[in-house]
């Protein structure tokens, strides 16, 4: 069983410390069902590749151990594709092999582990039971793009049809560490072999690895089904955790429109930052625009009174939010030339969605600082990578600021569902990234009144590329 990892980022073998394995050197590990070997095809500056080739024992694998619950026997506890394909195997070995790199730690590139790059992993064959629009329902959400190949079962008769048997290949612009979780649990997951053993601790491990972006995966549930082969009980806890662990998205964005607004009012804040978005897409001549994260629509309400937006899409993972923006916008009483420049969508800005794709700009007012670290790097792939709108205009609380407010205690968010507020130094780091990572040219100003020392209250960051 072969998977390998490819960089292409300059310098590409920073893969290496990344993995915690010298690119010049082959190793091996023993693990309990036979040996990993690491070892690369290729390490030159422009582009490394990383092999973990999977030697598994059949016969260790069953010698002296009742296998519980294996139904074909004798012969197909020998006879099996267990060593050829990618199974809950290769997501043991990627655990114990690659076990830093999966946690995002690096002692020599620290900085590295949140940096989104240019990856191919290269699975040589993996079992999918649910064929190609299955694998593709898995990883595409996730901001892939995937090569597949679909094998017959028999070269010499070919009429017996397809197997079950991919090789795969998925391409995408993420932080290692989540290219490693993804396949550490979607592995299982295509494999969906019912008689490998599932211990309680694999709801833990279920979580731990499915962290921040499992929740919500359109396809969490049949996630959590096969990776805990079937083990309804098991399943059911997982699916309650999941929940319990993300935030209700409406009863956070209605405590935001009350809280943050409180604080802010004085400076009539929201109203400069919407007229100043407002501009950046009116001169950079935007007609089809986004506004992702729209909440109750105030910028929609701006966007639609201007005529020169001929198309104003709003999204928002908060139903409440569309609702009250629906009935703010009057949807039901428009005529109908006016109701076809406009249209609400419920998704998630964490998923590649191709509802995002083709438009001229983008706005992201006030939303990215409710996204964690791991959404937060999903968001950038999504947008960035893949609606990539010509100008992507973001605004975002500058956290210098804050002790400019009497009501904020020292040292508190102005929100309590705010992940983060970045001070200027660090929102110029992350849109550099961007701009980097993304091939966008950034423009950062601020918006309310410019205090010495701490700067104004919001920043605002214009990226624009070169797509025409
Ligand atoms: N842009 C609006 C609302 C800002 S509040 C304004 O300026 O008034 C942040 C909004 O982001 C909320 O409506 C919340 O529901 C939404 N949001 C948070 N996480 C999101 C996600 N992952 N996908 C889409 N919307 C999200």
């Excluded at 662990?245 to 930052?273: C, F, N, W, Y």
Aim: glycine fraction near 8%; aromatic fraction near 8%.
């Amino acid at each position: 069983m072969l998977l390998t990892i490819t960089n292409t980022q300059t310098p590409a073998t920073d893969l290496g410390y990344l993995l915690h394995k010298n690119p010049a050197r082959r190793q091996t590990f023993p693990l309990a069902f036979g040996q990993a070997h690491v070892f690369y095809s290729e390490a030159r500056p422009e582009r490394c590749t990383a092999a973990l080739l999977l030697d598994v024992d059949p016969i260790g694998l069953v010698r002296g151990r009742k296998r519980p619950g294996n139904e074909a026997g004798l012969l197909g506890q020998y006879v099996n594709d267990r060593p050829y394909v990618a199974s809950s195997f290769l997501s043991v070995a990627i655990a114990q092999v690659f076990g830093s790199a999966l946690s995002g730690r690096s002692k020599e590139r620290p900085e590295l582990t949140e940096a989104a790059l240019p990856l191919t992993a290269q699975l040589a064959v993996v079992p999918c039971r649910g064929g190609e629009g299955f694998l593709k329902r898995l990883f595409e959400p996730l901001g892939y793009t995937l090569t597949l190949q679909h094998h017959i079962l028999d070269d010499k008769f070919p009429e017996w049809g397809d197997s079950p048997y991919f090789t795969v290949a998925l391409q995408g612009t993420v932080r290692l560490r989540d290219l490693l979780s993804h396949l550490y649990v979607l592995i299982p997951v295509l494999d969906d072999e019912k008689h490998y053993w599932v211990g309680d601790d694999e709801v833990d491990k279920l979580l731990r690895h499915g962290a921040g972006w499992l929740a919500t995966h359109p396809e969490r549930e049949a996630i959590a089904k096969r990776y805990l082969k079937h083990r309804h009980s098991l399943a059911r806890v997982a699916l309650t955790r999941l929940v319990e662990d993300t935030p209700d998205p409406d009863a956070t964005e209605q405590s935001h429109a009350q809280e943050e607004v409180a604080i802010e009012k004085t400076l009539g804040l929201h109203e400069q930052r919407l007229d100043a978005v407002l501009s950046v897409l009116k001169e950079g001549g935007a007609k089809r625009v986004l506004d992702l994260g729209c909440g109750e629509g105030r910028l929609l309400q701006r966007l639609l009174k201007d005529k020169s937006f001929e198309e104003i899409v709003g999204m928002d993972v908060s139903h409440r939010a569309l609702e009250i923006a629906a009935e703010k916008l009057h949807l039901e009483q428009m005529s109908p030339r006016q109701r076809e420049r406009i249209k609400l969508l419920h998704g998630a800005l964490t998923y590649r969605d191709k509802r995002l794709n083709g438009y001229d700009a983008a706005a992201v007012v006030e939303v990215v600082e409710h996204l964690g670290p791991a959404r937060l790097a999903a968001f950038e792939r999504v947008l960035f990578g893949f609606a990539r709108p010509r100008t992507v205009v973001l605004t975002t609380p500058n956290r210098e600021y804050n002790v400019h407010w009497e009501t904020l205690p020292a040292g508190k968010l102005r929100h309590k569902d705010h992940r983060f507020e970045w001070t200027r130094a660090e929102f110029q780091g992350w849109a550099k990234n961007i701009e980097n990572n993304y091939g966008y040219a950034v423009q950062i100003s601020n918006i309310g009144p410019e205090e010495p020392e701490i700067g104004a209250p919001t920043q605002m960051a214009v990226f624009t590329c070169g797509r025409s």
